[in-house]
């Protein structure tokens, strides 16, 4: 398996992305067609974040097929413990259900909700980038192709 390193460029500009999405939602709440963008650039840095959070633990594991097959409960919990992470795995959960419920987006209920708590996953998924960044410097390799 050929060892690639970890880019986060495309972590970088999904955030930014989720970012202009929010400042655009919340000049006009009522546009459906934003708040459903805003919903799916949710999706993808929520994904981006959970797969470039699982790549980043498992280059610095000494046992990556572990953290490969972790659960994500302790996928969280290895992070955590390695500060990359401004929030607990309750905060994680709640953002895993998040996501989970992005496909029902055309329930306007549920997609108030969603819309509501992605300010806060937004500082999260910073958070995580910044850590990231920092640890990073030019270059690890990653344990996935």
Request: charged share 30%.
């Amino acid at each position: 398996m050929t060892e690639r390193p970890l880019d986060l460029r495309s972590l970088h500009n999904a955030i930014a992305r989720l970012g202009e999405g929010v400042a655009r939602y919340l000049q006009d709440t009522t546009d459906d067609q934003i708040r459903d963008g805003l919903i799916q650039r949710f999706a993808f840095v929520y994904e981006s974040s959970h797969k470039m959070l699982k790549r980043y633990l498992c280059a610095i594991s000494p046992t990556p097929e572990e953290v490969d097959h972790m659960a994500f409960a302790d996928l969280i919990r290895s992070a955590n413990e390695q500060r990359l992470l401004r929030s607990d795995w309750q905060v994680w959960r709640g953002y895993r259900e998040m996501r989970a419920r992005t496909s029902h987006a055309y329930d306007e209920d549920i997609a108030l909700e969603v819309v509501a708590n992605i300010p806060d996953f937004l500082e999260e998924a910073r958070f995580l980038y910044e850590r990231l960044e920092d640890r990073l410097g030019d270059r690890i390799e990653s344990c996935n192709p």
